[in-house]
């Protein structure tokens, strides 16, 4: 069983890796810095639900330490890991308390969370008044993490419909 949630993780984290190097290649959404539709949280949301808090924190990990060397933000590890951490911490104390079709919740609450610890970052090695962006911030990540949500969402569903294995989840 180990065996299959370490490999499971791994393609999980090769799966996170290439959708951020896509995802850093495209032109910003919006010209405020630290706006993007993180679309490697799918994955980080399918690897909480489906391989556990454990390995899915190490596909976080993993992915934004690799993610950084590979695409040459190696400043944007800083940023990422702060963010991520603080989303992802969260998230693997709420995610047992919302249902499949609920996912969308904990991934908005993770945005907005990773915006914070961003900006938190950001004001600490730069300048407070970086606290100005906040607002944006917030709501692109409400916005983002919506869209993030539904799509890990609607993979969860339709792999529970399918009849695979179930998740280490409680049932409600």
Wanted: include cysteine; hydrophobic fraction near 55%.
């Amino acid at each position: 069983m180990l065996t299959r949630r370490i490999t499971s993780a791994a393609l999980l984290t090769a799966a996170a890796l290439i959708i951020f190097i896509v995802e850093a290649q495209l032109p910003p959404l919006l010209p405020v810095p630290g706006i993007k539709l993180g679309l490697s949280n799918i994955v980080t949301l399918f690897a909480l639900f489906t391989v556990g808090p454990t390995m899915a924190f190490l596909v976080l990990l993993t992915r934004i330490v690799l993610g950084g060397l590979l695409t040459g933000q190696v400043v944007s590890i800083l940023y990422s890991m702060s963010g991520g951490l603080l989303a992802f911490a969260v998230s693997a104390c709420i995610y047992r308390r919302f249902p499949l079709n609920q996912v969308f919740v904990i991934s908005v609450i993770s945005a907005v969370l990773h915006n914070i610890g961003q900006i938190m970052v950001a004001a600490l090695t730069t300048s407070a008044a970086i606290f100005a962006y906040l607002p944006l911030l917030i709501a692109s990540g409400v916005i983002t993490g919506f869209f993030t949500g539904l799509c890990a969402q609607f993979v969860l569903l339709r792999r529970e419909r399918a009849g695979m294995r179930k998740t280490d989840r409680p049932k409600r």
